[in-house]
């Protein structure tokens, strides 16, 4: 996962992406750039078939704690936040599953 990151610079947002996220889901685009920022962060590669460009899955919270479900690619050393929703059931499920993998008790 790190090395998807390992050389983005910062964010670029396309207005209707923008717009979209937040009249669908009531997301902000600072809330899903504080999810690239915050562990744990879950990152998966997605296997659908996208024509130009790789996707990837990713999940993970704001600062406030919400949970969030981003699709985003890369483009020119840039993440570029494709969508994003509250986690469903299942995901956070999934999420608290790798927070305990990885939480010393």
């Known amino acids: ?16 992406n923008l717009e979209k996220n937040w009249i669908n889901h009531s997301v902000l685009r600072s809330e899903c750039e504080q999810v690239f920022f915050n562990k744990p962060l879950i990152v998966s590669e997605s296997k659908k078939n996208h024509e130009k460009e790789n996707r990837w899955y990713l999940l993970g919270k704001t600062d406030t704690g919400r949970r969030l479900f981003i699709v985003f690619t890369i483009r020119k050393n840039m993440v570029r936040v494709i969508s994003a929703r509250d986690m469903s059931k299942k995901e956070r499920e999934t999420y608290n599953e790798e927070i305990k993998k990885h939480t010393k008790i």
């Open 1 to 16: 996962m790190k090395k998807i990151f390992e050389k983005c610079v910062s964010f670029q947002w396309d207005e209707g």
